[in-house]
Nanobody, 123 residues
């Protein structure tokens, strides 16, 4: 059974860097044709894709967030992480990590999600 669990501070001050980690069990971050992704959902708004890290370690980002976003991984710990710099209250959201199976193929699908973690940006 594949499981993902987000962890990190629930409160971040404006201008600081938001850092979250997703711990994966039951799957490998390096399995071919998989990617590991982050999205977020601000209160009352829709889901926004932030970026992903592929099976080979390459990263892709939402252009609107690219200048502030970094995704990395630690395969020895089966974890991948999100950093979002220079946060403002507009970055308050529930942050989700999830897997994309069959990545890069016509059968690509988001199949396993973490439960999400609320991060509030406030002084």
């Amino acid at each position: 059974q594949v499981q993902l669990q987000e962890s990190g501070p629930g409160l971040v001050k404006p201008s600081q860097t938001l850092s979250l980690t997703c711990t994966v069990s039951g799957a490998s971050l390096t399995t071919r044709y998989t990617a590991w992704s982050w999205s977020r959902q601000p209160p009352g708004k829709g889901l926004e894709w932030m970026g992903l890290i592929g099976d080979d370690g390459r990263t892709w980002y939402n252009p609107s967030l690219k200048s502030r976003t970094s995704i990395s991984r630690d395969t020895s710990k089966s974890q991948f992480s999100l950093q979002l710099s220079s946060v403002t209250p507009d970055d308050t959201a529930v942050y989700y990590c999830y897997r994309i199976a069959a990545w890069g193929t016509i059968a690509s699908m988001e199949d396993y999600w973490g439960k999400g973690t609320l991060v509030t940006v406030s002084s």
